[in-house]
């Protein structure tokens, strides 16, 4: 048996964007995620984020059905358009009325709000004015942080200012196939200052609103793992882990970006523009680091052939999506590898010391396979989150400062790029009628948070 200590998270999460649809409701302004859907063939079926689950209606049940599973905490996101319409400018108080609403319905049920500030739903109106790419954008979403921390920080105790960094500059910035749909590194790397900056804002921003709150960021960690034994895939290796793992912690949990990367992009001219006290606004002390945890990666030299996605400048291949061998995969192609999450986890813990490590999102996608009697008998989920939990379990015995585990996700949702073909829920949505069905690894999840861990 994996038990974990008595005041564990055992939480569930979702994301404004992916899950409240309402996109043009209670005077709510476009994203960038609404307009790139709009363009044909960016996103699988065609699909868009304007109803995903309706969850804007029907927050309250959503509530209650988690009470019912006994999740004790739920990290969700506020949306920026929904608050500031355009990104800048006047505030919406509807939407602020309705994360309020939700903040009090999840309180009655005595379940711990966790509030992302950004979970990649940058409104239209500041990408028309450049974007993440340009300084000011880090000075608004301070201003964005401010107008909601005024309205909930006196009830919510858990705050992540962004979710994923690397992601929305890299896939959103470099590679194009997120929102707003752009493509170079030096982009991307100038994106990510800014996040980076508009993290350290908004830190303070919360420290002066809400001193009693609990601040930190979710970062996405990923083992990476050397192909072969050769020199080559050794190097190429370390300047992956540089390009999605340290780029992003050094600069929050050191004060400095790597000096590896630092030298490299220097050599390709793509070092970002950074102003003299940028780098200490960025280390403000937090309080926790969210690790997500989804896969490891498996990386060879480029050598110009071969599979997988390359990454030309910095001469690194990352052999298939999420690693490599004969293990299991979920539906996003997502190797299955628990060990992972604890080597994530022990490494944050061992190179950077944080006070505590929240597991912000960890879970599965996986093709519904309904049961006889019409249930969702999601065994492989199942299998995948008490793996999971276990590993989580190994990082804690080890010694990690671990706080609790969030799933991903509560609901199946508008999966990015995906549409709603892949379902990452613990609870089934029917995308037509918005009914939800727990699957059966929410039985699971239930029980195991009843019983404190899992068996
Ligand atoms: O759905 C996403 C989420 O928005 C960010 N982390 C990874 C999840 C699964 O791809």
């Known amino acids: 048996m994996t038990r974990m200590p008595?005041?564990?998270?055992?939480?569930?999460?979702?994301?404004?964007?992916?899950?409240?649809?309402?996109?043009?409701?209670?005077?709510?302004?476009?994203?960038?995620?609404?307009v790139f859907a709009r363009r044909p063939g960016r996103i699988a079926g065609g699909a868009t984020p304007?109803?995903?689950c309706d969850h804007f209606r029907r927050y309250r049940d959503d509530v209650r059905l988690m009470?019912?599973?006994?999740?004790?905490?739920?990290?969700?996101?506020?949306?920026?358009?929904?608050?500031?319409?355009?990104?800048?400018?006047?505030?919406?108080?509807?939407?602020?009325?309705?994360?309020?609403?939700?903040?009090d319905t999840l309180l009655e049920h005595a379940i711990t709000p966790l509030a992302t500030l950004y979970h990649w739903d940058l409104p239209q109106g500041l990408q028309e004015r450049g974007g993440w790419p340009v300084r000011d954008t880090?000075?608004?979403?301070?201003?964005?942080?401010?107008?909601v921390v005024?309205?909930?920080?006196?009830?919510?105790?858990?705050?992540?200012?962004?979710?994923?960094p690397h992601v929305a500059a890299h896939l959103g910035h470099e590679h194009g196939v997120h929102a707003p749909g752009l493509r170079g590194l030096?982009?991307?790397?100038?994106?990510?200052?800014?996040?980076?900056l508009a993290h350290g804002l908004a830190v303070e921003v919360l420290r002066d609103l809400a001193p009693r709150a609990r601040v930190g960021i979710s970062v996405n960690?990923?083992?990476?793992?050397?192909?072969?034994?050769?020199?080559?895939?050794?190097?190429?290796?370390?300047r992956a882990d540089g390009y999605f793992n340290r780029w992003y912690l050094d600069p929050l949990l050191r004060g400095a970006y790597p000096e590896d990367l630092t030298d490299a992009y220097r050599e390709l001219d793509l070092l970002p523009e950074v102003h003299e006290y940028d780098l200490a606004a960025i280390a403000v002390p937090v309080d926790f680091v969210g690790v997500n945890y989804y896969f490891r990666y498996l990386v060879a030299a480029d050598g110009g052939d071969g599979t997988g996605l390359r990454q030309r400048e910095l001469g690194f291949r990352v052999l298939d999506a999420g690693g490599a061998g004969s293990r299991e995969r979920t539906a996003m192609n997502w190797e299955v590898y628990p060990e992972g999450l604890t080597e994530a986890v022990l490494r944050v813990t061992r190179d950077y010391a944080p006070a505590a490590i929240y597991l912000t999102e960890n879970g599965a996608a996986y093709d519904d396979d309904p049961g006889a009697d019409g249930d969702f008998d999601d065994r492989a989920r199942q299998a995948y989150l008490h793996a999971h939990l276990e590993a989580a379990g190994a990082a804690l015995e080890a010694g990690a400062p671990l706080r609790g585990y969030f799933v991903w996700s509560l609901l199946d949702n508008?999966?990015?790029?995906?549409?709603?073909?892949?379902?990452?829920?613990?609870?089934?949505?029917?995308?037509?009628?918005?009914?939800r069905t727990p699957r059966r690894s929410a039985l699971w999840y239930r029980d195991a948070i009843a019983a404190g861990g899992v068996p």
């Open 6 to 34: 008595d005041d564990f998270l055992f939480g569930a999460a979702t994301s404004a964007g992916q899950i409240e649809g309402a996109a043009t409701e209670g005077g709510r302004g476009d994203s960038i995620w609404d």
């Open 138 to 147: 880090a000075r608004y979403f301070a201003d964005f942080a401010e107008q």
């Open 186 to 196: 030096g982009t991307a790397l100038q994106a990510a200052h800014h996040l980076l």
């Open 67 to 103: 009470a019912r599973l006994g999740i004790g905490a739920y990290r969700f996101s506020i949306a920026w358009p929904r608050v500031i319409p355009r990104g800048y400018g006047a505030v919406n108080r509807t939407g602020l009325d309705f994360y309020d609403s939700l903040t």
């Open 414 to 435: 508008f999966e990015w790029q995906h549409g709603y073909r892949k379902r990452f829920g613990l609870v089934h949505v029917d995308f037509r009628t918005g009914a």
């Open 221 to 238: 960690v990923a083992p990476v793992h050397a192909a072969g034994d050769g020199d080559a895939d050794q190097a190429a290796a370390a």
């Open 50 to 52: 304007a109803t995903a």
């Open 150 to 164: 005024r309205r909930l920080g006196d009830r919510v105790p858990l705050w992540a200012t962004l979710n994923e």
